[in-house]
């Protein structure tokens, strides 16, 4: 998979890609992550990106040209199966999302700034616009590195074990259950028996029936869809 970042702030999105999960799977040339500096691109000479909004308000808005022309450079190179602006106002990411994501082969990103991108970029290129949450940040990048890292982690041959993603929270719309590791006691508190047993029927029907009331008590929502 090749992912590519549009952005004004790339330097923010050095760290979150060199570690981890997703500089193993860099690594081992499962993904390649580009990151691409907006200002590189800019108007003028001063290296302006940004201009005031029409109609007037607080606030500056990213110009068309910059974008534009970034995204045209790239788009003569390869087709994308998703062009996305990180936005608060996109559709709430989620792993069912993630998971198609996962899938493509080529994603192009875009991390909005200051109080967003010319609408006409949206109307031009976008093919999907994805919120990380009901909150506003500084800019994409953060939204960014989330999807990202939720992404990659899903590539075949990242994970050690393949099958720990197909357990994560909300796969299967619950939460994941109690997990345990040694030692067996810690200052008066046990580990569940059955944990014990070697018993792996049991063990599995113990830990959905521990999902399930977790989810219950956590994020019924998620137990009505």
Request: a negative charge; proline letters at 5%.
């Amino acid at each position: 998979m090749r992912i590519d970042i549009v952005t004004c702030q790339p330097d923010l999105l050095v760290s979150p890609f060199a570690h981890s999960i997703v500089k193993r799977a860099q690594d081992k040339g499962l993904a390649e992550i580009h990151l691409h500096d907006l200002r590189r691109y800019a108007i003028n000479k001063h290296g302006q990106i940004d201009d005031y909004v029409f109609g007037g308000g607080a606030g500056m808005v990213l110009r068309v040209e910059p974008i534009a022309a970034c995204f045209d450079e790239l788009l003569a190179q390869r087709s994308y199966d998703a062009i996305i602006y990180l936005t608060p106002d996109g559709e709430t990411l989620r792993q069912p999302l993630v998971n198609r994501l996962s899938l493509a082969g080529n994603l192009l990103l875009l991390c909005g700034h200051y109080k967003g991108v010319d609408e006409r970029i949206r109307q031009a290129y976008i093919t999907h616009e994805i919120s990380v949450g009901d909150y506003v940040l500084s800019g994409g990048e953060l939204g960014a590195a989330i999807l990202v890292d939720a992404v990659v982690r899903l590539l075949p041959g990242v994970l050690g074990n393949e099958e720990s993603a197909l357990s994560d929270s909300f796969q299967d719309n619950l939460l994941s259950p109690p997990v345990y590791t040694r030692p067996a006691e810690w200052r008066g508190h046990g580990v569940p028996e059955i944990l014990l047993s070697g018993n792996t029927p049991k063990i599995d029907v113990w830990r959905h029936d521990q999902a399930v009331e977790r989810t219950r008590q956590r994020r019924p929502d998620l137990l009505q869809e």
